[in-house]
């Protein structure tokens, strides 16, 4: 074996590393096996990327592999292929990209296939056995004989029968008597997967849709499902899967929350008979190993799972799918390697040549423009699968109309009528806590987060101040620290709707659904029973409640406080405020009886919600993509942002600076805008601060990248500050 090793490690370098194949070793390790190295000082894991036949180096300065941890890779050549074109495209470390696609316990080694310890007689511990030795050690004989009869022992089956064990297989091991050894623990074989229970009839236009994709069942095409709220968009993905599933193949299911896992899950048990894996970070580390090692094996014929999930093992691929496509939460924010999921799907899709489903009520404006130049088919359910029609949309204007704890007058009337006709009510408004601020009215004082430029929340019911964006923690003064005159709650949260709503409806269970009061999935599966059984009347909720959750019994829905994205300096907060409206109005009126939903506003001539009353979100997103297109924002033009952090604000423009200063000659179409500090300067005792980089053709911004990143890693201010590249990014901080 004279091949050098590729190596891809675990490290924020841009290169890979050359390693000898291990010692005294025939088989030459696979490409896509991970080995364990001798990195410095340290030991790493890492993946095999491909071999050469020389390196940069001298042959007597490469170290061999000192372990080759898996006799069938770990990533596939196809996997391998997306992973390579992430790390590319998003310019990032190719280490680093391979290991975000593994779970931890691999990355530190663990075996990739389940293994068991097995304990087996040697020859001579045969004949000692067949002798009935050793004679005074009662518990080693006994064991020694089981050994014996049975041939050889898991460890959990001799812990089910002789308790404690060990120290008697020591002893016997010591005298050469047994061994153990780590096998691969042989599964028996997934059985055919097959329909459970029928679906629904197909209204025609699911029928449609579910013949155009299966129609693409053997090639790669990307279908935006453009369904309203309840038209059965999940219907279409079951009928897809089912015909993927009789082919012998898998499916990939990406959903944005964690806590639409278990629901979906759930609606594919109930018409699947086939093992299936869900991914996502409210696992355990040995959790999350037990379902990446089923989808790895091929057991697993249906994967579901949030962002992360995009990088599962699919042996056979058939279909993507990609649920909420629009949502903000397939977008990697935090951390080195900053990825759409979306995307990703989109890219694995065509590498496997096989169809993906990007399914949403308010398609995100960069999918609807792929749509109208012809890369993606899209395909329309216009109608309710219940025959129920779309909910009346109103707004209230509040400069008219008093309000109590910010609920409108017209809003209290509308939730009694809808309780008295035995209906069920929610309630929106995406800021969590009893309020936003704690006011002194004698000297104007605000409580303030010391470690941001933020306000604390008041957390009522549990006596604290708290940072939304740090997580500081104070206790709630009952008087002003700067004068000692009393201090009230200005504004309000979720906490306080609910309280409110209490004291006008107390004959009405109320449930809440945010993160203070719903931390696991198996909590926010306890407030969805408490809503589909009827016990619950009113829901009080964040964006969560937006999720794709379906409450058949909800006839009213309000949403308070619609005005916070109208006014952004972020040119997507539009687009996302249109989708949050859309998306939580769809909740009411799915089942038999008609929805209503007010929109509290005091803005009400606002243009953008104007345009969303009188001609849906198709409407919004035409203006909206016009105004993208007149100010080469994308998807008319390309971003990527570098964004820093630092001790002092100085020191965070100061790099950005420094970084702009080496771009002197960029090609034709690539602008550079900053450096500016972001939006929110302090953030967790740290200063931010942004470089955007624009053109209008994606070519030459990242042959611009290509050039220009490996010089910002050598200044010397890089030192001083955490810095990060965000191509594509979503918001603007």
């Known amino acids: 074996m004279s091949h050098i090793l590729k190596v891809a490690l675990d490290t924020p370098l841009r290169r890979l590393f050359d390693y000898l194949p291990p010692l005294q070793s025939t088989v030459e390790p696979a490409v896509g096996a991970r080995v364990r190295v001798p990195f410095g000082r340290q030991r790493l894991v890492g993946v095999i990327t491909g071999t050469a036949a020389d390196s940069d180096l001298p042959l007597t300065r490469l170290k061999p592999v000192l372990q080759v941890l898996d006799t069938t890779p770990v990533v596939d050549p196809a996997l391998q292929g997306l992973l390579a074109w992430a790390s590319e495209y998003y310019h990032h470390p190719l280490g680093e990209v391979l ?96 329909v459970r229970t029928p679906g629904p009839a197909l209204l025609p236009e699911q029928a449609e849709a579910v013949a155009a994709i299966t129609a693409s069942l053997d090639r790669f095409g990307a279908f935006v499902l453009h369904g309203i709220t309840g038209s059965g968009k999940t219907e279409v993905y079951l009928r897809v899967i089912e015909q993927v599933l009789r082919a012998g193949r898998r499916a990939l299911v990406l959903v944005p929350e964690i806590g639409l896992t278990p629901q979906l899950l759930a609606r594919f048990r109930e018409r699947f008979e086939a093992p299936m894996a869900a991914l996502h970070s409210g696992l355990t580390e040995q959790e999350r190993l037990a379902a990446w090692r089923d989808a790895f094996s091929g057991r697993a014929r249906i994967v579901v799972g949030t962002r992360s999930a995009v990088f599962a093992p699919l042996p056979e691929p058939g279909v993507i799918v990609v649920d909420e496509e629009h949502d903000s939460s397939f977008k990697q924010h935090e951390g080195g390697f900053r990825y759409s999921a979306r995307d990703l799907a989109v890219m694995r899709a065509r590498l496997a040549a096989v169809p993906v489903v990007l399914g949403s009520a308010t398609p995100a404006l960069e999918t609807l423009h792929n749509v109208s130049t012809g890369r993606y088919a899209r395909l329309e359910l216009s109608r309710r699968a219940a025959q129920a029609q779309p909910p009346t949309l109103k707004l209230i204007d509040l400069r008219n109309h008093a309000t109590r704890g910010g609920l409108a007058t017209p809003a209290v009337l509308a939730i009694e009528r809808h309780l008295a006709e035995e209906g069920q009510v929610l309630v929106f408004l995406n800021r969590r806590g009893y309020a936003p601020t704690l006011l002194c009215t004698a000297c104007g004082w605000i409580a303030p987060c010391r470690e941001c430029d933020a306000r604390l929340t008041v957390h ?111 040119f997507r907060a539009p687009e996302r405020l249109a989708q949050t409206i859309v998306q939580v109005a769809g909740r009411a009126g799915r089942g038999s009886r008609a929805g209503e939903v007010l929109i509290q506003t005091e803005f009400p001539d606002h243009p953008l919600l104007t345009q969303l009353l009188a001609d849906g979100y198709d409407g919004f997103a035409r203006i909206a993509l016009e105004e993208r297109a007149e100010a080469a924002w994308p998807p008319f033009s390309r971003l990527a942002a570098l964004r820093d952090s630092a001790r002092s604000g100085e020191a965070a423009l100061a790099f950005l600076a420094e970084a702009r200063g080496l771009a002197r000659h960029t090609p034709f179409g690539v602008r550079l805008l900053g450096p500016v500090p972001a939006a929110m300067h302090k953030r967790a005792g740290r200063y931010h601060a942004q470089l955007l980089i624009e053109s209008r053709e994606r070519r030459p911004l990242h042959a611009f990248l290509d050039d220009w990143l490996p010089q910002v890693e050598q200044l010397k201010s890089a030192r001083a500050v955490r810095w990060s590249l965000d191509v594509d990014p979503i918001e603007l901080f």
């Open 99 to 194: 290991a975000s696609a593994l779970p931890r316990a691999l990355r530190l080694g663990v075996a990739a296939a389940e293994r068991e310890e097995r304990w087996l007689l040697t020859e001579a511990g045969s004949l000692a056995a067949a002798a009935g030795e050793p004679r005074r050690a009662t518990k080693q004989r006994a064991l020694l004989a089981y050994l014996h009869a049975q041939g050889e022992a898991s460890a959990t089956a001799l812990a089910e029968r002789f308790g404690a064990w060990r120290e008697a297989a020591r002893a016997l091991m010591s005298r050469g008597w047994i061994a153990s050894a780590e096998v691969e623990l042989q599964r028996p074989a997934a059985p055919a997967a097959a």
């Open 460 to 570: 009522l019911g549990a006596g604290r101040l708290r940072c939304h964006h740090c997580g500081a923690d104070l206790p709630l003064p009952e008087r002003c620290p700067q004068c000692g005159f009393a201090v009230k709650a200005v504004g309000q949260g979720t906490e306080r709707v609910e309280e409110t709503l209490g004291a006008l409806f107390p004959a009405a269970a109320i449930a809440r659904l945010d993160r203070d009061v719903v931390r696991r999935p198996q909590e926010a599966e306890g407030v969805m029973r408490r809503m589909s059984s009827g016990e619950a009347r009113i829901l009080v909720g964040t964006q969560m409640v937006t999720k794709g959750h379906d409450f058949p019994n909800v006839t009213l829905v309000i949403v308070l406080n619609a005005d916070q994205g109208l006014f952004s300096t972020d």
